[in-house]
């Protein structure tokens, strides 16, 4: 049986590749943390806030951040 993938993981992996790329300087890789955050956001909607990932945070985290990020929940 195969292996699916977590939820977000490309998004996931995306930042660990852009802060490796980048010295680990968060700040340039801004637009890799909000495109997991939005698939976070996404996969927690479809879920009802019950599905688990080990590519996000908490659904009451994940506001938090968003909402410190300027990210409007859609």
Do not use: H, W
């Given at each position: 049986m195969a292996q699916q993938t977590p939820s977000?993981?490309?998004?996931?992996c995306?930042?660990?590749n852009c802060l490796f790329s980048n010295n680990?300087?968060?700040s340039r890789c801004d637009q890799a943390i909000n495109d997991l955050y939005r698939c976070c956001e996404k996969f927690y909607k479809e879920t009802n806030s019950k599905g688990v990932t080990?590519?996000?945070p908490k659904p009451d985290l994940l506001r938090t951040k968003m909402?410190?990020?300027g990210l409007?929940?859609?």
């Amino acid at each position: 049986m195969a292996q699916q993938t977590p939820s977000c993981k490309p998004q996931a992996c995306a930042i660990q590749n852009c802060l490796f790329s980048n010295n680990y300087n968060e700040s340039r890789c801004d637009q890799a943390i909000n495109d997991l955050y939005r698939c976070c956001e996404k996969f927690y909607k479809e879920t009802n806030s019950k599905g688990v990932t080990p590519c996000c945070p908490k659904p009451d985290l994940l506001r938090t951040k968003m909402t410190q990020r300027g990210l409007q929940e859609e």
